[in-house]
């Protein structure tokens, strides 16, 4: 019963995957970096002890695993899984497997994929938080086919199931491919709490709520189509007290967001792409704002608060949410359609929208629609599949007036109305970038394309 599998670093996420491995019948062999801690981990893991083989150093570790090794790293990304990687080289062969399953940015996976490690290496997009990774994360797989087929039983017998029964663990194509699509994930589940924040704002400032009753509406929005983990926790989060003031929990939190980058990285890969994705590039805007807060302070001193009231229907601001929700989705998946021809992968659209269906932080019952839309046609735009037109159409002009309504009151809706915005210039088919070419033409003789097929491409200012 030797462990064919170990893991590397048991903070909050690494203790949690090893007993879920653990649970699924899998002997797994534990190391941690402080001396002492993979023995108390195993002592306080209950009945799964007997699965947990605890060791004290790097090359016990390695020992204590029957080869060929699978070794999972769960350590912060960035240099400490470089550090890791190289101290691993000498004890391990080439047909040795590590994993980095931490939030590495995968251009370092795509970089550590072409080193001459002296084993075989995966980069993993684990998504789920601790409760994820203790009773079922989403699980996006990087590298060769034959790598991940090594570790394919275990992420499947770990990995949250879709009500249809399917795991939720995949790879996603070679080298940084799992960490890219975990990347984007992590994009668009900062831009889906940033259009839910926004919307409690709008019944905080401008409706008037308390936080008990936007709850309940929270709470009815996630029995619709809406129906997600974040509404979910959105509606428990508002419901919560304060234990020391019995104060609504959200009133006692200072309203300044932290991130540690990869909603940042999606943002910065999208222009590298071309990509358009305004909805998560605001949500990231967003949390740099909020992180100023004397600015803001300052700014209120010096300007007045904005907010003001803004009379809305719970059910025309559920539409809202709807329309940008799909928004938001549709510019994520083109998004990594786009990466898929830059960086030699085929990146699976259905096959993404199916991982991401259960386990994973922006899980949804939309998903299950919009993998079958995507399934209907990757190449499509979401917007433009039936279903989520029929939705859209529907839904836009909730979302047309919540935004013009909440901004003319003096909300700041940046998520929302980015999403309006790109929902505008994508169905104008006349737009104004011809003045853009006349200009670039003007002042640097750029040249343009005609409508009338004239063939003349400058202007006569030259
Ligand atoms: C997940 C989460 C997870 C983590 C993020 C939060 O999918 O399980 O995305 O990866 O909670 O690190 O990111 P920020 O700290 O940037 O908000």
């Known amino acids: 019963n030797q462990p064919r599998i170990g893991l590397i670093g048991l903070g909050t996420m690494g203790a949690a995957l090893a007993l879920n491995i653990a649970e699924k019948g899998f002997p797994i062999a534990v190391w941690n970096r402080t001396s002492g801690v993979a023995q108390r981990f195993h002592d306080d893991a209950g009945d799964l002890a007997a699965r947990i083989v605890p060791t004290e150093t790097l090359a016990d570790l390695v020992a204590a695993i029957a080869p060929p090794r699978a070794i999972i790293l769960m350590v912060p990304a960035g240099v400490a899984v470089d550090a890791q990687l190289e101290s691993l080289s000498p004890l391990l062969g080439p047909e040795d497997l590590v994993i980095d399953a931490g939030n590495a940015d995968f251009h370092d996976t795509n970089r550590r994929d072409q080193a001459a490690l002296p084993f075989r290496f995966l980069g993993m997009g684990v998504s789920g938080g601790e409760d994820g990774a203790r009773h079922g994360p989403a699980i996006m797989g990087g590298g060769s086919q034959t790598d991940w087929d090594l570790v394919a039983p275990v992420m499947t017998a770990i990995s ?3 009500d249809d029964g399917t795991p939720c663990a995949a790879r996603m194509g070679d080298a940084g491919a799992g960490h890219f699509v975990k990347m984007v994930h992590n994009g668009i589940e900062y831009a889906d709490m940033q259009m839910i924040a926004e919307v409690y704002g709008l019944m ?7 936080a008990a009753a936007i709850s309940d509406i929270f709470a009815g929005w996630n029995d619709g189509v809406l129906s997600s983990y974040l ?5 428990k989060v508002t419901a919560a ?5 019995g104060a609504a929990m959200p009133d006692v939190i200072l309203d300044r967001a932290g991130q540690k980058g990869t909603g940042r990285w999606t943002a910065i890969e999208a222009q590298h792409l071309s990509a358009p994705i305004p909805v998560i590039e605001a949500a990231v805007m ?3 704002v909020s992180a100023r807060l004397d600015e803001r302070q300052a700014g209120e001193a010096r300007f007045g608060a904005a907010p003001g009231p803004c009379p809305l229907d719970a059910e025309v601001l559920e539409q809202a949410l709807i329309a940008g929700k799909i928004l938001c989705y549709a510019q994520g998946f083109t998004m990594i359609d786009g990466a898929s021809g830059r960086f030699g992968w085929t990146l699976d659209l259905p096959g993404i929208a199916r991982v991401w269906r259960a386990g994973c932080i922006i899980r949804s019952a939309m998903l299950n629609d919009m993998a079958d839309a995507l399934a209907e046609d990757p190449a499509r735009n979401l917007i433009m599949a039936p279903f989520f037109a029929d939705l859209l159409a529907r839904a836009m002009p909730a979302l047309r007036q919540v935004v013009t309504q909440g901004i003319a009151a003096g909300h700041a809706l940046p998520a ?3 999403g309006l915005m790109w929902f505008d210039m994508m169905r104008t088919a006349r737009g104004t970038a011809n003045m853009i070419q006349a200009q670039r033409d003007f002042f640097g003789a750029h040249g343009f394309e005609r409508l009338d097929g004239i063939d003349d491409r400058h ?4």
Do not use: F, Q, V
Not at 204 to 210: A, F, Q, V
Not at 231 to 235: H, L, N
Not at 241 to 245: E, F, K, L
């Open 160 to 162: 949250a199931k879709a």
């Open 416 to 418: 929302l109305a980015s």
């Open 286 to 288: 967003a949390r740099n």
């Open 204 to 210: 905080r400032d401008g409706m008037g709520l308390h």
């Open 241 to 245: 007290r304060d234990r020391h003031t």
């Open 231 to 235: 509404i979910e926790i959105s509606a």
């Open 459 to 462: 202007g006569p200012w030259g």
